[in-house]
């Protein structure tokens, strides 16, 4: 397939002159319109001549992919590059996905946990209503995007939003609901035995070689490295189907949507949103592990789960338990 050109130049129309007016017909006292007689004014002629003329540069299309439209590898969003407008969109959602959405604080804040930084957890309940804040829905709309949710298909009614804020910022969601069953786990053999694999396992050879250049001599060692091939089958697999024993078991709580921020991950704040959520979703007790689950995770959703229960047979729940 020939490429395509586009135009490179373009020419613009000059701008009228301040004699424009003298080529209109002129209206006499009665008389009938003059009419245009051609200039022969030579100082008039030099000035349009030296005029520089004013070019639009335009964009030259040879079949590159991201042509029109860009997209960023780390938040997903497609803009125009070299559109000042779109740059300045592009840099503040990029700013708000890596590193949270800005939050000035509530007046009155429910305060679930606080750490020694400063940090906080903070229940959206109230007159800070999951429903009618402006803030919980713009968190809301990137946990949807980032986990997969259809738009306005995360919250309900009885959904209990608890935000993680740090240095002024939401870098932390769990969206909590009341459930009354959930279904067991059944780990696979490889992940049940996952622990019990050795690391890639690396032995010197029996063979040496020595190489010899006059007085000075270089031993050289080769080294075989054993990779574990039900290992390597788990990481490159993901999470596959997620098999559940068909007895139901009682539950409270589910865990509907965990989400941290990329720049915060694997930094426990997950598990902090899960503490906060145990000790605060039935007044008056502390929920245990056993009695919350979760919705079918992701691979990151997996091990987290797996981590904090500290089994690969957690909980899990589905629309027919709530």
């Known amino acids: 397939m020939q490429p395509k050109i586009n135009a490179f130049f373009k020419r613009q129309a000059p701008d009228p ?3 424009s007016a003298d080529d209109a ?6 008389g009938a319109a003059e009419p245009n007689r051609p200039r022969s004014d030579g100082a008039a002629d030099a000035k349009v001549l030296s005029k520089k003329r ?4 335009f964009h030259l299309e040879l079949g590159q992919p991201d042509f029109l439209l860009h997209a960023c590898a780390v938040c997903g969003m497609m803009y125009a590059r070299g559109n000042d407008e779109d740059e300045k969109v592009h840099r503040a959602y ?4 890596f590193q949270g959405v800005p939050f000035k604080g509530w007046r009155d804040e429910t305060v679930v946990a606080r750490s020694e930084g400063g940090d906080r957890i903070i229940l959206a309940t109230g007159e800070n209503s999951c429903t009618r804040n402006s803030k919980v829905q713009e968190v809301i709309k990137v946990v949807e995007k980032e986990l997969g949710f259809g738009e306005g298909r ?5 959904c209990k939003v608890y935000l993680f804020v740090s240095s002024g910022r939401i870098v932390g969601c769990l969206v909590a609901e009341p459930i009354k069953a959930a279904h067991k786990v059944i780990p696979s053999s490889s992940s049940e035995d996952k622990h019990e694999l050795p690391d890639n396992k690396i032995e010197p050879a029996q063979a040496n070689h020595t190489l010899e250049f006059g007085k000075i001599s270089f031993k050289r060692e080769v080294l075989r490295r054993h990779n574990h091939p039900d290992k390597n089958r788990e990481e490159s697999q993901g999470p596959g189907a997620i098999i559940c024993q068909q007895e139901a078991v009682p ?3 589910g865990f509907r949507a965990i989400w941290v921020v990329p720049s915060r991950r694997r930094k426990g704040l997950g598990s902090q949103l899960m503490d906060a959520a145990r000790k605060s979703f039935c007044e008056g007790s502390v929920l245990g592990i056993s009695q919350c689950a979760f919705t079918p995770p992701t691979s990151a959703g997996k091990a987290l789960a797996s981590s904090y229960c500290k089994t690969s047979a957690f909980l899990v729940y589905r629309e027919g338990d709530v």
């Open 251 to 253: 539950a409270v709580c």
């Open 154 to 158: 995360l919250l309900h009614k009885l």
């Open 54 to 57: 004013s070019y639009g540069q």
């Open 94 to 97: 990029h700013r708000t996905y």
């Open 25 to 30: 017909p002129r209206e006499g006292g009665g």
């Open 17 to 19: 002159g301040p004699n």
